[in-house]
């Protein structure tokens, strides 16, 4: 069972959001730093896991993919022709 109440948590967290510190919050309510710490850790995690993937962002990511792709191996076929050249050249 949990010692703290889901509506206590997003409390705790919105209080944190709108730019109060964590030791007033644990001075105010007794409740352990580490405690805050790992609701705020979790509600952070939570939101980003709401985001959802679209065939645009799919398509801009393959996109990015291949042009670093094409990057690296203009860099690498850049770096061996440098081997092949003599020093004092």
Known sequence: ????????KSIITARYNNGEAVAALVRDTQIPRST??????DAALGESSKKTVSPKNIRVLENKV????????????????????????
């Open 36 to 41: 805050i710490y790992t609701w705020i850790k």
């Open 1 to 8: 069972m949990n010692k703290y109440t889901e509506n206590e």
């Open 66 to 89: 291949t042009r670093l792709q094409g990057t690296r191996h203009r860099l690498r076929r850049n770096w061996i022709s440098s081997i092949n050249k003599p020093f004092w050249s």
